[in-house]
């Protein structure tokens, strides 16, 4: 993942003590961090269908003009979940943390927001019907990665599973 790294740290207090209880019974983290790893991969896709920020917010809108002629079923999804920026989410789990991210060269200018200018004379990009020239592109922040409530419990909810001696460890 060399798109965008972005770093969290939960302040749950309901996480870490779970986290505490399941680090003195387990040696290796890695698996439980792959297991938070997969569900806060599925939050991300599921924040790409609603076109929602990790705390729930609306993205905003494409333009009208852009929207005459976009591919895809939705913003920030211009390909089949497989080829653009929402099937290139995954994770890297250590017994340390997990990390979740894009090698997307685009992620970050999407997650951030940002004005794109042309090195040379100007850019140039199909908008609706039409190609357009420009000097430069903003593109609004869109943030796709990150914790919100939905992962907070997902992080708990492999915790608690994990502690339930007849589930987990």
Known sequence: MT?????TKIDAKAAIVAFRKVQRRVADMTPL???IGTGLVENTHTRFERA?????RAWKPVSPTYALGKRGPGILRESAMRG?????ITFRASAQSVAVGSNK??????????TISAKG???????G???????????PARPFLGIGRE???????VLETALDPDKGL
């Open 52 to 56: 929602q920020d990790p705390q729930g």
């Open 105 to 114: 060269v685009y992620a970050a200018v999407h997650q951030l927001g940002g």
């Open 84 to 88: 653009g920026l929402m099937g290139s």
């Open 121 to 127: 004379s100007h850019l140039v990009f199909p908008m």
């Open 33 to 35: 961090m792959r297991a």
């Open 3 to 7: 798109g965008i790294t972005l770093e």
């Open 151 to 157: 992962d907070e419990e997902t992080i708990l909810e």
């Open 129 to 139: 019907n039409r190609m357009v020239f420009a000097k430069s592109v903003t593109i």
